[in-house]
């Protein structure tokens, strides 16, 4: 999950693995805006998954797609479409109504 195991190099396995390499408790997926810096931009949404044990690179990759990536994609394109997110720095703030503040 981002900013834990990202960056060059990091995608596909290679994050899952480094995820049950470190022996992390949760991992998970994030949803964020891209910027000129690899995986550096903005967090728009974040979702922890449990590390369970035994878990392998891919049955981990897969519970993270189906429990996190999926649902914070779906929820994250629906936001920007009704213009509900706001970036402020390195910040998103995620509005009530769409509406944005100067």
Same mark, same amino acid.
């Given at each position: 999950m981002v900013p834990a195991f990202a960056g060059k *190099?990091?995608?596909g396995l &290679?994050? %899952?693995e480094a995820a049950l !390499? &470190?022996?992390v =408790? /949760? #991992?998970g997926a994030t949803v964020h805006f891209v910027n000129e810096i690899c995986d550096g931009g903005p967090i728009i949404l974040q979702k922890p998954v !449990?590390? =369970? /044990? *035994?878990d392998t690179p891919e049955a981990l990759q897969k519970r993270v797609m189906e429990e996190a990536e999926w649902v914070l994609l779906k929820k994250a394109v629906s936001l920007f479409c !009704? *213009? &509900?997110l706001e970036v402020i *720095?390195? #910040?998103v703030r995620i509005n009530e109504h769409g !509406? #944005? %503040?100067?």
């Amino acid at each position: 999950m981002v900013p834990a195991f990202a960056g060059k *190099g990091f995608y596909g396995l &290679r994050v %899952h693995e480094a995820a049950l !390499e &470190r022996g992390v =408790k /949760l #991992t998970g997926a994030t949803v964020h805006f891209v910027n000129e810096i690899c995986d550096g931009g903005p967090i728009i949404l974040q979702k922890p998954v !449990e590390v =369970k /044990l *035994g878990d392998t690179p891919e049955a981990l990759q897969k519970r993270v797609m189906e429990e996190a990536e999926w649902v914070l994609l779906k929820k994250a394109v629906s936001l920007f479409c !009704e *213009g &509900r997110l706001e970036v402020i *720095g390195n #910040t998103v703030r995620i509005n009530e109504h769409g !509406e #944005t %503040h100067d």
